[in-house]
């Protein structure tokens, strides 16, 4: 087995006053997060607002990462959108600049679909890519898409492709599913979404996760993800998380970390934390991770 995947920072995405990505603010989030420990960054995932991140910025996007000096190796790119044509045009874009992996998620806009159709529709996304094709970690994350992926789906998706699907991301939360997922598929990178399993499933086999929290817990969530050794503080603070929309929650806790507000908007349809929200949280954070401190 190749080197094992480790830690990948679900990139959060600043906005300015107008709604446009504040580029520099994002890039130095990514150098710290890699700096602190975390071997790629993911952009443009769940906590990095993919959906709502066109094909142009995303291009202008992932070129000035690059142009900064963090290497294609560096940087994974998900792709979160329902037609084929276009899952393709994003995936290939960042492929032919080198990245390290594609997150691909399956088109959620249909509810109720067949594992046959969730089957056609990955072949068309990989016909099309043709020999770009590589590297592609299927989306599980039902909560969101409401199109869960089956330990069976991801089975005939690997015997029919298996040069190009190279890892599943898990973040249903049912750990039951995650288990069998092990069981069934643990010779390739299997990456767990939910920090609450996230150390014991990287006991029995894990190769790591893409982290939101990594966003301001990176030294913490790396020795779960690297190590599999539990940390309750980490999993306890997932509930307080929980209690919120998750992805404005997380802004929330960067820009504390950071001191800059820029990080506290989010785009459109989402909205962002009320004051008392964000208090609530920090109290949560404090009690967890600075009661020795005080």
Request: proline share 4%; charged share 20%.
């Given at each position: ?72 190796h560096q940087i994974v790119v998900g792709v979160l959108v329902d037609a084929a044509e276009d899952a393709a045009a994003q995936a290939g874009y960042a492929l032919s600049k ?197």
């Amino acid at each position: 087995m190749s080197e094992k995947f480790g830690l990948s920072v679900a990139l959060t995405t600043p906005f300015d006053g107008k709604g446009e990505i504040a580029i520099d603010v994002m890039i130095a989030q990514a150098k710290r997060s890699l700096t602190a420990g975390c071997k790629s960054v993911t952009l443009f995932g769940t906590t990095g607002e993919g959906s709502s991140i066109g094909t142009l910025e995303r291009e202008r996007i992932i070129n000035q990462f690059l142009d900064t000096g963090i290497a294609p190796h560096q940087i994974v790119v998900g792709v979160l959108v329902d037609a084929a044509e276009d899952a393709a045009a994003q995936a290939g874009y960042a492929l032919s600049k080198g990245v390290r992996n594609i997150l691909l998620a399956p088109p959620s806009y249909f509810k109720n679909v067949s594992d046959d159709g969730l089957f056609t529709w990955f072949s068309a996304v990989f016909a099309i890519l043709g020999d770009k094709a590589r590297d592609v970690i299927v989306y599980n994350i039902p909560s969101v898409t409401m199109v869960p992926l089956t330990v069976s789906l991801i089975g005939r998706l690997r015997a029919a492709f298996p040069s190009v699907v190279t890892g599943i991301k898990d973040s249903s939360g049912d750990w039951p599913f995650t288990e069998g997922l092990l069981k069934e598929h643990g010779d390739i990178a299997i990456l767990i979404g939910d920090e609450r399993h996230l150390a014991k499933g990287v006991r029995l086999g894990g190769q790591g996760a893409i982290s939101g929290m990594a966003n301001f817990l990176p030294a913490e969530v790396k020795v779960m993800a690297e190590e599999g050794m539990d940390d309750v503080r980490v999993e306890d603070f997932v509930a307080e998380l929980l209690k919120y929309p998750v992805t404005a929650a997380v802004k929330v806790m960067v820009a504390r970390l950071t001191g800059e507000d820029v990080w506290l908007s989010v785009r459109p349809p989402l909205v962002s934390i009320s004051a008392e929200g964000q208090a609530q949280l920090a109290l949560a954070f404090d009690a967890l991770f600075r009661s020795k401190a005080a």
